[in-house]
């Protein structure tokens, strides 16, 4: 019934092979000092939903499809469940507590589904407009709703869940289910030597969109096969034997056309790790390096905003977010294609290890407790914009005068992005993800969802906008990305260092790129839509990460 | 007779009030989040040398007074001591070595001073040249040295430590003393949740100086009158009831001209930290942000590299130096005072955000964590150079064609970079160090010690050529003050934002210039003489930092 996680159980003979066979076809060229973690062993035993297996590169994972046609399932799935309380208001929350409450209605069941804020939060109005009422007891103070609930969806930051978490077990019935959409607790708890309580279920489903979207695909999906956001979903704890049933009908209930599994403290890690990495700190990082060096080289400001910032967001992303990595390499002419080469040569290896730093940083609890300790200073040292410096107010002016056709695809840059791509995929294939995740957290998070925000307002506006975990992370990181680029990469490029063969090759036999590909058959069939330069759309990188608004560090 | 530290017990009356009267002469206007600890309460129980008074700003600590005519008191302070063994070959093992085994013979002792080295260490010509010798026992393996001392000196590196020290300390005699001229290893330990056996004695003494320095002054001091490096001593366990004489009597035996008593905790904490701000990473960060931002105010490269890097480390440190801080304020004349202070109340804040996060990162026990899994990473992600980058190419040049007397002090430069260094000082006194040690750890080691050997060879190659664990900490934090310095003191002053009246009323009044002073009237009478661009002097940052060669993390 448990998801398991690769420590907790002797992998069976086939997927002992399948787990061989992984390694088998791994990038060679690795040092002996490289130790490939066994695959993360993801089966799950649900008695209500239909397991598939899904082939992504060199492994199998299975996988669960949703749709609206399941929601008749949701009845059996969440049996003996008379109250479901979603906790917080931020991104994740009015999406998921709407469309619960929309496909339990569809499902023509009579499950509660409540709110639960703090007697100060000012989201009281907006949560009573969508629908929530006291009166009804839908909503209510956060632990009054936590102690009558049978299913507690906790999606207040991370902030205040490492200061509330005590709390919040302890008032929770027994037989309960915890549902979390992101793993740091589990780090929390980890770093502080505490467990779940274990009379209850502990289950978690990470939807692959901010809540925002999270709501307007599930809306568009009643009429347009398809549309939802898809989810990774984990058994940590499993008390009464429906926890599986209990976290694949909310993935459901949400809207994923597909529900991925994963465990709470794969999420975590590949969570953590993929915004510090290329989907928010080590773009950042690249870019303030590239528009630096065009600068220098001689290119006017706008120019350099082009061939840089805008080069990612735009082209390179859509083309890898519909083509794949490969196209874009593939679409240079061989003049071209000898540029990106180098570049890339250049820069995996010290992205790589910048990446690998940041895994085993987060992996060892250090970023968490660093998390932590930020948010402790914030009354004293609340975090500045960063998005004021002269590079970003080039980008606002280069924006306002897009024309999006001529927008360049500089196959330096590409070069450069790419490589980070692949050096924040690599760390997580080495430590042993499944290629499901891999995907989400590497590439598809980046190219659907962030950048796309990117493009619209700008890589520095992103980050002063995410959650707080996301920004620190982001804050830390990014100049560890800039200052090795320009100390390794230009240093070896511009001392006329050839392009590495042997990388080269390993980039272009790489097993993500079938597994990403398997992964784009799985795309809602509705994309992602974005906000302009002045559009009120909430913004937020990590698509589960959730705000008590500002207030979230007082609670 | 232990050396006690701030938790171990309550203050005496009289200390009591000079605490509260180092809290309330605090500078003002902090926030109420504030917590100032209480300061570290440091007495220690010598029988056989004498304590003296000395008021550090509004603090009093207690110090001893070394010199040649102590040494004759080493008899009584090494009593039961036969064999003294100093491990390692390093930075400072050849000199505290040397230094002891002199001093021991002055003394008319026969105290056998022993060399410590691994079978394949490639140094074992060397200590022989230095007339130690495997026929007379004085030159062997580290294990046997080790088992057969009543002193152990451990002067292998941080990583070496971490790796071997179940090893030594199971190896050691009961009743023997451990000697550490860093408390790294103390910080290792915390993070493995052991402690030292408690049949040994556990003592540190840092010099103040890199070893070659350290073996240098003390020469200089057999007839120059005061010359020799001051030492930090401390006593972490006292198995013995001697423990305190021998490491005062250490720290004399190597040439401390005064020796100031502080803690393993303390020593470890404030020196990682220090080597992390103004010392290597924060000092290596604003010139990196300083000579972009001349650059595109339309200097020369040549011309900004002198109004950055130049200025700092040469006129700037040399004034702080000899005049202090202040001194460098009131340099300038009434136009560039105004630029002064807008660059300092700008940068200041910012500075201290970061300043705070390191502290903090360090005490926690992240930063040791950090440096341990990055050492581990070695084999396959060995440290790049970072100093041939654009930047550190022009300075080649400007170092090549110097005229010292034309080195510019930049008023805007002065202020961003006393800045950092008040930022660094100001963490420290909150977090209740004493002020013999914030003097030293963020402006003596400095401007004394490290700003001259950049000025020498520049910022980059000296972080290139420090311990793993500076030289790890300076590539991770200089990126972040570079960042934050840039994202909002440079974006305040841009926007027009006027010097902080409050801000520099505190600069202008803290207690460290007083504390500075005090600590300027015991500096050696002769200078730490410093190589020219092609001068084989070996350089380290962090005084007692020692390297196992660049074998160290195979050890």
Same mark, same amino acid.
């Given at each position: 019934m448990q998801l398991l996680n690769s420590k907790s159980r002797v992998l069976s003979g086939s997927r002992q092979q399948a787990a061989a066979k992984a390694v088998r076809v791994a990038? %060679? $060229?690795? +040092?002996?000092?490289v130790r490939v973690s066994a695959a993360v062993h993801l089966d799950f035993n649900t008695k209500v939903f239909q397991k598939e297996h899904a082939k992504f590169g060199p492994t199998e994972e299975y996988i669960v499809r949703g749709g +609206?046609?399941?929601?008749?399932?949701l009845k059996e799935a969440f049996k003996g469940i008379k109250k479901v309380s979603v906790i917080g208001? $931020? %991104?994740q929350a009015p999406a998921q507590a709407q469309n619960l409450r929309d496909s339990i209605a569809e499902a023509g069941m009579d499950i509660k589904v409540a709110i639960g804020l703090r &007697?100060? %939060? &000012?989201s009281w109005a907006e949560a009573e407009a969508c629908g929530f009422s006291k009166t009804d007891g839908t909503l209510g103070e956060v632990f009054e709703q936590i102690s009558s609930s049978d299913f507690v969806i906790l999606l207040i930051s991370d902030a205040a869940q490492a200061k509330l978490y005590p709390r919040i077990l302890a008032a929770m019935k027994p037989g309960a289910t915890l549902g979390l959409s992101h793993g740091f607790l589990l780090g929390v708890m980890r770093n502080d030597g505490v467990d779940f309580r274990k009379d209850i279920n502990v289950v978690l489903v990470a939807p692959k969109g901010m809540g925002p979207s999270v709501r307007r695909l599930y809306e568009q999906g009643k009429s347009v096969n398809g549309a939802g956001i898809n989810c990774s979903f984990a058994i940590q704890q499993d008390a009464t034997g429906q926890a599986a049933d209990i976290a694949i009908g909310w993935a459901i209930g949400v809207g994923a056309p597909f529900a991925f599994p994963t465990t709470l403290e794969s999420e975590y890690k590949s969570d953590i790790y993929g915004e510090r990495c290329v989907l928010l700190g080590a773009v950042h990082g690249i870019v303030e390096a590239l528009f630096r060096r065009y600068t220098r080289q001689g290119m006017s400001d706008e120019e350099a905003f082009k061939q840089s910032v805008e080069s990612i967001t735009g082209p390179i992303s859509r083309t890898i977010s519909t083509k794949g990595m490969l196209s874009v390499y593939n679409s240079f002419n061989e003049a071209d294609k000898k540029i990106f080469e180098q570049a890339y040569s250049a820069s995996y290896k010290p992205a790589l290890d910048i990446c690998f730093e940041i895994y085993e940083d987060v992996a060892s609890g250090n970023e968490i407790k660093s998390v932590v300790q930020a948010v402790q200073r914030f009354d004293r040292f609340p975090m500045g914009k960063i998005d004021q410096t002269y590079m970003w107010k080039v980008g606002q002016k280069v924006r306002a005068e897009r024309d999006e056709s001529k927008i360049p695809v500089n196959p330096f840059t590409a070069g450069v992005y790419v490589a980070v791509m692949m050096a924040t995929v690599e760390v997580l294939r080495e430590k042993g993800h499944p290629f499901s995740e891999i995907c989400n957290e590497s590439i598809i998070e980046a190219v659907d969802s962030l950048n796309p925000y990117m493009h619209a307002r700008g890589v520095a506006f992103m980050v002063d906008n995410c959650s707080y975990t996301a920004r620190l992370g982001s804050r830390k990181w990014a100049p560890r990305f800039d200052y090795i680029i320009e100390q390794q990469a230009f240093v070896d490029i511009d001392s006329g260092k050839a392009a590495d063969k042997e990388v080269m090759a390993e980039f272009l036999a790489h097993p993500v790129h079938s597994a990403l590909a398997t992964c784009s058959s799985m795309r809602p069939s509705v994309d992602i839509s974005v906000g302009g330069?002045? %559009?009120?759309v909430g913004v937020g990188a990590g698509a589960a990460r959730t705000e008590f608004r500002s207030t979230a560090a007082k609670v």
């Open positions: 990038p %060679s $060229g690795r +040092r002996s000092a +609206r046609d399941k929601y008749p399932l208001w $931020g %991104s &007697p100060d %939060s &000012p330069e002045n %559009s009120s």
